[in-house]
């Protein structure tokens, strides 16, 4: 470098290159490009700034190519996949995780379609050594979308809430209620009927949940103890028959109990 920073060259380097660096995940060449200066000068640059480099973040490292989108156009499909992020899914900067259990084995394969139809990239199935399934993308570009349309790397300790743009349409309501419910949903039996209960430690989540069902017009309990129910008979019969769970488990409790 020609001379010594000031301190307020040093602040505004150091915020400009984190943006392009870490923010905006852009490699140490596509930086140089944009600067008008060598490889080796930003790199420079970095280490004076004390900002870590890691190549493997970056989506060029051992030549890997951008093979997926970016679902900018709302859907009823994406509605549904956020419902069952916010039930059993997990994000982390570079990854997109469901974890199901092991009874799960169909609707396994139902989650890593709706994310093959969405991101139209492969999605990986791993199983872990007591037969729980982890549906996962690893993606530093898609994490980082989803981390700005709200999905956070801890549901409970951010108290995570649905996009605001599911209530801009009923059929987005139905399709992330049945998200979440396949994930995060049970139906039991009571003594004299069927309940359906969504769980979940997140309490802006189920007050949403609750608007969404009161617009369907379901009558719906308050919330209490993390929970939300359903107990009126026509009520349970119209939540199968409309929202239409895809989660086998759910179905076939619900036919044993009818």
């Known amino acids: 470098m020609p001379k010594k920073w000031t301190i307020g060259e040093r602040n505004q380097n150091y915020k400009l290159l984190y943006k392009l660096y870490k923010n905006e995940n852009k490699t140490i060449r596509e930086i140089g490009e944009m600067l008008g200066v060598s490889e080796k000068t930003i790199f420079k640059r970095l280490k004076i700034l004390n900002i870590k480099t890691d190549k493997t973040q970056k989506s060029s490292y051992c030549n890997k190519r951008k093979t997926f989108i970016i679902p900018y156009k709302k859907s009823k499909e994406l509605a549904e ?9 997990s994000l982390s900067p570079n990854q ?22 969405i991101f139209q990239t492969y999605v990986n199935i791993s199983i872990r050594k007591k037969g729980y399934c982890d549906v996962y993308i690893s993606s530093v570009e898609i994490s980082k979308w989803l981390k700005n349309e709200g999905l956070v790397y801890n549901k409970v300790k951010s108290q995570v809430d649905a996009p ?40 802006p989540l189920l007050i949403s949940l609750q608007k969404m069902l009161i617009t369907l017009e379901y009558r719906v309990s308050k919330v209490s103890s993390y929970k ?9 019969n119209r939540f199968f028959r409309e929202i239409k769970p895809m989660n086998l488990k759910h179905l076939k409790r619900f036919e044993s109990f009818k």
Request: aromatic share 16%; proline share 0%.
């Open 96 to 117: 997109i995780m469901v974890t199901l259990g092991s009874k799960e084995n169909e609707y396994v394969l139902y989650v890593q379609k709706i994310l093959q139809n």
């Open 81 to 89: 996949f956020f419902g069952i992020m916010l039930g059993d899914g």
């Open 164 to 203: 605001k743009w599911i209530f801009n349409n009923k059929s987005y309501c139905e399709s992330f209620i049945r998200g979440f419910f396949d994930t995060d949903g049970s139906v039991y039996k009571l003594k004299y009927g069927i309940q359906i209960a969504l769980t979940n430690k997140s309490a």
């Open 228 to 236: 939300i129910y359903l107990t009126r008979q026509e009520d349970i």
